[in-house]
């Protein structure tokens, strides 16, 4: 039987990279994000299932796996990939903005895993893939408070890894550096210009993949131009 998928803020870059292999692949997907026309778009491309929606709020990770389980009977790959630049400036400190990032950074991703949970056991297993970042490894200096909230899904992957292992799904993040997407769309000539290599959002869907059927509980994946994915070995 195929797999099915959820997967958030599918409609561009590395969801929609994501939802293009998966569904290549024969995965029946799930596809959430707030822009209506792109999903929907992408939905009838894909022969999937849409839903316009928030990950901020947590009704909208629940009305994803409802709809995967009406629709589908059966939840099975979950990737938890909707996220956003904060911009936030600490020296001219604008709350709106920090917490629409911790919001959909990481609200999304603390909701999106509650959600799925019954629904991956009910179908005795499987795999949750968070998009985190290079910047959820290291002190990235040109966004801090994205740096934070990639660190925090970081941590919580690593803290699930392996209490879920025991009962059959997989939880594990893959942290891309520089891909070409619209995320980026502001630093894209000058990275060109310095011939800075950056990655394609199908480089991460790939490693998206291979999280999803890594043998490691927790496995952290650096995905990075021109190199296959490679587990991060923290220290201690
Ligand atoms: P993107 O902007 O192309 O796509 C993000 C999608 O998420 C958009 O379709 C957007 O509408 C959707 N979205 C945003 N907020 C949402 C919300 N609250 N609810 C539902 N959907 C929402 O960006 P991308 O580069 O494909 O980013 C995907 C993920 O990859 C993000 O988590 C980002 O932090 C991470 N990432 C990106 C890069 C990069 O350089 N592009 C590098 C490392 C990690």
Redo the contacts with the bound molecule.
């Keep these: 039987m195929s797999s099915v998928a959820l997967i958030?803020?599918a409609?561009?870059?590395?969801?929609a990279a994501t939802a293009h292999r998966l569904a290549d692949g024969g995965a029946r997907c799930v596809l959430?994000?707030?822009?209506h026309d792109?999903v929907e778009r992408l939905a009838k491309e894909l022969g999937g299932t849409a839903l316009t929606?928030?990950?901020?709020e947590r009704e909208?990770s629940e009305r994803a796996v409802a709809l995967a389980l009406e629709t589908y009977g059966r939840l099975d790959l979950v990737h938890l990939?909707?996220?956003?630049v904060s911009g936030v400036d600490l020296s001219a400190f604008d709350p709106e903005r920090y917490r629409r990032a911790v919001g959909?950074?990481m609200d999304?991703v603390v909701f999106g895993v509650a959600a799925a949970l019954p629904a991956l056991r009910r179908s005795g297993g499987g795999a949750i893939v968070v998009?985190?970042?290079?910047?959820g490894l290291v002190g990235y200096d040109g966004d801090p408070v994205y740096t934070m909230t990639?660190h925090a899904v970081v941590g919580l992957v690593r803290a699930l890894a392996q209490p879920l292992a025991a009962d059959g799904i997989r939880i594990g993040a893959v942290c891309?550096?520089?891909?070409d997407?619209?995320?980026?769309s502001e630093m894209r000539e000058t990275f060109r210009g310095a011939g800075f290599p950056l990655l394609t959002?199908e480089d991460v869907a790939a490693a998206v993949e291979s999280a999803f059927y890594a043998e490691e509980p927790g496995a952290v994946l650096v995905v990075q131009p021109g190199r296959l994915p490679v587990p991060y070995r923290f220290a201690g």
């Design positions: 958030t803020g409609a561009s870059g590395i969801g959430v994000d707030l822009d792109a929606g928030d990950v901020t909208t990939n909707a996220g956003i959909v950074n999304g998009t985190a970042s290079l910047a990639k891309p550096g520089f891909t997407t619209p995320l980026v959002a």
